[in-house]
Each structure stands twice: as structure tokens, then as C-alpha cells.
């Protein structure tokens, strides 16, 4: 084995080092994939290159994978080292891959510029067939302020998502909002053809400077099934029962089109103790105790709810009285899940240790804030928190000012008392039932019962099934209704709620079976307008254009409140 490997390194010093570049393909389709490859020759490394002169055309997907091969043709030994790029092309046209420096065990070869014809389209499939969309809901705001930026990936075709590169934009503060795994897709019309759409990334975005500033595309890898090609007369097989045995998986990248956020400063009068707040604020203080004795912790509370920037700015320094020794505070955020607005709560805690009697007021917090709404800027405070101090009660206690920060936090944790409450004695000779003993009476009836109780409850609940869902029938109707909006959801949620609140018993219903199990329970209009809805909702999925969601999903629920009242 030592020979055979150093016959291989003789013929490498004799033969010399090469590299090579190469693509798979050289002509092919926006936002199709092709392959890359960097070979070299009898080289004892794998080779470096610097690819960033083609990310101006060309955009990584993924790589670089590594291969090592070697070979014996006619009594000559060859080694090479293989890196591979799957990339996407950025724009269509004539586009080079330009030569690249190649750094092989030390030496810096070339390799040859690649020429690539892009088309504007391809054969994978329709560019209003698959896209991937950047909804924001606006592209003029001042510094801080939120821009919730949605992706959305609309199909026509059958595909199954492979990867998906989030966006990084530079010049913001991110904040996500919300990332459904997996993504799920729902029907949606667009000038009458309908989609499936799926929400993949919800995030908002606060610029951190003022100019225009460009959104980085968000790049989806995914797997689209397409019929293969056949050049032959109709036969059988055209059957639309033997497609699938002829269709072919590709893979496609989509990406998202170039958005622009035109950055404003803020207007003239911005406060003195500005720190950069923007949005809508509330704040509050107050401590959990408002009577301590000298040497004892107290615990301070800030709280600042609201919506905005809540992660971009920081509190003013607080002027605490030098009578109190203060801990570093720690700080905590919760997100409110809200699906368009960033909003929580930041809330800060100061240990607070007052080292002399009296009555000490602990300082008030003021914070200057930009709203965008009315493009002004306000101002809002806590109030003044009293603290009445009283002496302690060892006079060596309150002087041991010698202590540090650390000792004095742990001092509530040395000691451990094993009774905090005192014994209670009986008297010898007294005559009475222990208590235990009244216990475990008490305890076995309440066994022997319970059983009894559970299956009482069980099938009283079970006989009032019914019942109750009438009774919340409504309630549930308003919440789908103002959950989701569209004409089959508004149909839907109608046959359940006079399903539930009529206590109908069968599951296929439609405007004639309503009109004629309803007749003369609910007044005549308020039964006209309801079956005329229904005629509305089953129009409106052949014609989404007659009547918006908004409007059929309103007058439903102001029609289903007025019948609620003559069940």
C-alpha cells in the first residue's frame, strides 16, 4: 500500500496541478437550478476559491459538497478533488460565471469564465402558476416604527417545499411574528383562478436609519411534479388514468422581488430624554412592600406594556436615594401573540436595600416616546412610590454596613427554621377522639360516595349535552365568523349554529330543509333574510365577485343575534 501511494505522489510531482470549471447545464429558466463544479488535479488539498465575484449574477443554494476519486488508466495514476455549488441565476439574459482563483496546495490557478444563456421562462411550469409573494403592509416610515413584511407561497401545481432561506435584511431590527411548521395552505381566489396560499414567514421590521432600504428576498427551494414530454401519435396511454406514471419531479427556486422601505426621520421637537421609543406605551411602578424595616431587601417592579420597538430602547437611568443600596436589575420580556403588531411587556426588577429608618419616596420614571399615528411625540410617567422605613430590630444588625452586595442577598437563605408554628400540647388524663381518627372516617364515606357523585355528574352532563351546546351555539358562531370571513367559512358556520341551537338531527342541510323545519318558529323576514344568505353563500362560490367576505360575513352575524332571541 506504501508503494502504491507513493507511486501516485511521483506521478503528481511529474504531471503537475490543474483546475477546471464546469456546469451541468448552460441554458435554462429563471429560477431553475444548475450545478457547479470546481475539479482539480493531483492535488494534496482540497482547493479554496473565492466565490463572491459571481453572487452579482448568481445566487448559492446550497454546497460546497466534497469529493475525492482516484484512478489507474494504463499504468498512470490520477488524483482529483471535486467541489460542487447548486446555484440559481438572478436575472435572465446572457450571464458569465466570471474565472475564478483557485488556491491549490498554496499555488493560485484560474479557471475559464462559463457562459450562461437564461430564458425568461422555462418548461417547469408558469410563472402565474407557483410565485412567492412579499406583502408589507407599508413602504414609508420613520425610524423605529414596524413594517410587518408577509410571505406568502401561492401553487396551482402539485410541489413540496424543500428549503426555505429566511431573509436577513440589513438596516432593521427583526422581530419575528409568527413561522407555521409546516406551513399550512388554504384556497383563495385571484381575478377568479383559484390558489393555494400558505403563510410561511410573518416578521416585523424596525429600520434603525433614515434613507431607503431594500428588503433581502427571501429564497424557497421546492420539488414541482411536471408531464413528461412524449413525441409519439395518441395511444391508450392518454388516458388521464396513467399520468402519474409519467410525470417527473423538478426542482425550482422562487424568490421574492426586490421591496423598497423609504425610511423618514423624525418631524422637529423630539424631547431631551428621547431614547428612541416608538410605537404606543404604558408604564407603571410600584414595589412589594411598601413597609419595611432597615437592612431588609425590598423589591421594586417597572412595567412597560405597549406596541412598538419594545426590544430597541432602554429606560432612563433612575436616581435611587443614597441612603439605599440597589442591585443591578434584571429584566424579562413577554410577547403578546398578536398576529400583525410586535406587543408585550418589558418588566424590570430593582433588590432594593434601604440602611436607615424613615420615609424615603423612590424616584419617578419618565419616558419620551414617538408615536407614528399622530406623528407627535408624548410623554408618560409612573408615580412617586413611598416607602416607609422603620429602625430594625438588632441594633448589631443595622450596623453591619461591613457586609457586601452577596453576603447580604444570601443572608435570607442561611437560615432554615425546622418549626415556624409552636407545639400544641394535651393534657394528660383529657378524653377525646384524636382527630386522625375523625379524618379517616371522613375520608372512607367521601371514597365510598365519590364513585356514586362521579357517575351522577357523568350522566347528567351527558343528558345536557345538548342543551348546552344551544346555549353557546351563538357565541361560537361570532368567533368563527370574525375568525375567518370567507363565503364557505360564513355557510359553514350557519348550518352548525342551527344545527346546534335548533338541536336539528341530521347533517345535510340547505335553504329549502331550513325554510321548512324553521316555518313558524322565527318571524317570517328574519326567515326570508336567512334563506336568502344561504342562496348567497352557495352563489358566491361560483361568483366570489357578487358580494365581498366582509359584507356576507357582517350581515350573518347581525342576522344570527336577532334569531338567537326566539330559540
Not at 473565492?50 to 443554494?61: D, R, V
Not at 498512470?76 to 491549490?104: H, R
Not at 427583526?174 to 383562478?193: A, D, H, K
Not at 323545519?517 to 323576514?525: A, Q, S, T, Y
Request: charged fraction near 20%; charge should be positive; aromatic fraction near 10%.
Amino acid at each position: 500500500m506504501r508503494v502504491f501511494f507513493s507511486i501516485i505522489l511521483l506521478f503528481q510531482l511529474v504531471s503537475g496541478q490543474s483546475v477546471t470549471a464546469s456546469v451541468d447545464v448552460n441554458q435554462l429558466a429563471v429560477n431553475e437550478t444548475f450545478t457547479f463544479k470546481i475539479d482539480t488535479k493531483d492535488a494534496d488539498n482540497m482547493p479554496r476559491i473565492n466565490l463572491a465575484p459571481l453572487e452579482k449574477n448568481f445566487t448559492i443554494i446550497s454546497g460546497p459538497a466534497q469529493q475525492t476519486s482516484y484512478q489507474w488508466i494504463n499504468g498512470k495514476a490520477t488524483s482529483s478533488k471535486t467541489l460542487t455549488w447548486t446555484l440559481v441565476p438572478n436575472q435572465k439574459g446572457q450571464l458569465t460565471i466570471p474565472a475564478l482563483t483557485v488556491t491549490v496546495d498554496g499555488k493560485k490557478l484560474k479557471t475559464k469564465p462559463i457562459r450562461i444563456n437564461v430564458k425568461g421562462s422555462g418548461q417547469v411550469v408558469n410563472k402565474d402558476e407557483l410565485f412567492l409573494l412579499a406583502e408589507i403592509d407599508q413602504d414609508e416610515v420613520y425610524v423605529g416604527e414596524q413594517v410587518t413584511v408577509t410571505y406568502k407561497l401561492y401553487t396551482r401545481v402539485q410541489m413540496s417545499l424543500e428549503d426555505i432561506k429566511y431573509p436577513e435584511s440589513v438596516g432593521f431590527w427583526t422581530e419575528e411574528l409568527s413561522v407555521p411548521r409546516p406551513p399550512r395552505f388554504n384556497q383563495t381566489t385571484i381575478n377568479g383562478v383559484l390558489y393555494n396560499v400558505a403563510t410561511l414567514y410573518k416578521v416585523a421590521l424596525f429600520p434603525t436609519k433614515t434613507g431607503e432600504l431594500e428588503l433581502t428576498p427571501m429564497t424557497v427551494r421546492c420539488n414541482v411534479q411536471i408531464q413528461k414530454k412524449r413525441k409519439r401519435q395518441r395511444s391508450i396511454f392518454d388516458d388521464p388514468f396513467f399520468n402519474n406514471f409519467f410525470n417527473e419531479t423538478v426542482q425550482k427556486v422562487l424568490r421574492t422581488e426586490s421591496r423598497k422601505i423609504r425610511v423618514k426621520p423624525y418631524p422637529a421637537g423630539q424631547p431631551a430624554n428621547f431614547t428612541g421609543a416608538v410605537g404606543e406605551f404604558k408604564l407603571a411602578a410600584s414595589v412589594d412592600t411598601d413597609k419595611v424595616k432597615a437592612n431588609e431587601a425590598v423589591t421594586y417592579y417597572v412595567e412597560l406594556q405597549g406596541t412598538g420597538n419594545l426590544n430597541m430602547f432602554s429606560l432612563p437611568k433612575l436616581d435611587f436615594p443614597e441612603t439605599m443600596e440597589v442591585f443591578p436589575p434584571t429584566a424579562s420580556f413577554e410577547q403578546k401573540q398578536l398576529w400583525d403588531q410586535f406587543t408585550g411587556n418589558m418588566k424590570w426588577e430593582y433588590i432594593l436595600i434601604p440602611r436607615q429608618a424613615g420615609k424615603v419616596f423612590l424616584p419617578r420614571i419618565e419616558l419620551a416616546y414617538f408615536n407614528p399615528k399622530d406623528e407627535q411625540f408624548h410623554s408618560i410617567s409612573s408615580r412617586s412610590v413611598e416607602l416607609n422605613i422603620s429602625p430594625a430590630k438588632d441594633q448589631l444588625t443595622s450596623g453591619t454596613s461591613g457586609f457586601t452586595k452577596e453576603e447580604i442577598a444570601l443572608l435570607g437563605q442561611d437560615i432554615h427554621y425546622n418549626v415556624t408554628s409552636p407545639r400544641s400540647w394535651i393534657e394528660r388524663g383529657s378524653r377525646g377522639i384524636p382527630i386522625w381518627v375523625w379524618t379517616s372516617y371522613i375520608l372512607a364515606a367521601g371514597l365510598f360516595l365519590a364513585p356514586v357523585t362521579f357517575t351522577r355528574y357523568q350522566q347528567q352532563r351527558i343528558a345536557t349535552t345538548g342543551q348546552r351546546m344551544s346555549h353557546r351555539a351563538l357565541k361560537r358562531a361570532l368567533k368563527s365568523l370574525q375568525t375567518q370571513s370567507s363565503i364557505e367559512n360564513v355557510a359553514f358556520t350557519v348550518y352548525t349554529y342551527l344545527k346546534e341551537r335548533w338541536q336539528l338531527k341530521t347533517d345535510k342541510m340547505d335553504p329549502l330543509f331550513v325554510e321548512q323545519e324553521l316555518n313558524g318558529i322565527i318571524p317570517p323576514e328574519e326567515l326570508e333574510g336567512l334563506i336568502q344568505l344561504l342562496k348567497d353563500c352557495d352563489a358566491g362560490r361560483y361568483s366570489p365577485e357578487t358580494m365581498t367576505d366582509q359584507d356576507i360575513a357582517g350581515t350573518a352575524g347581525k342576522l344570527l343575534k336577532k334569531m338567537d332571541s326566539h330559540a
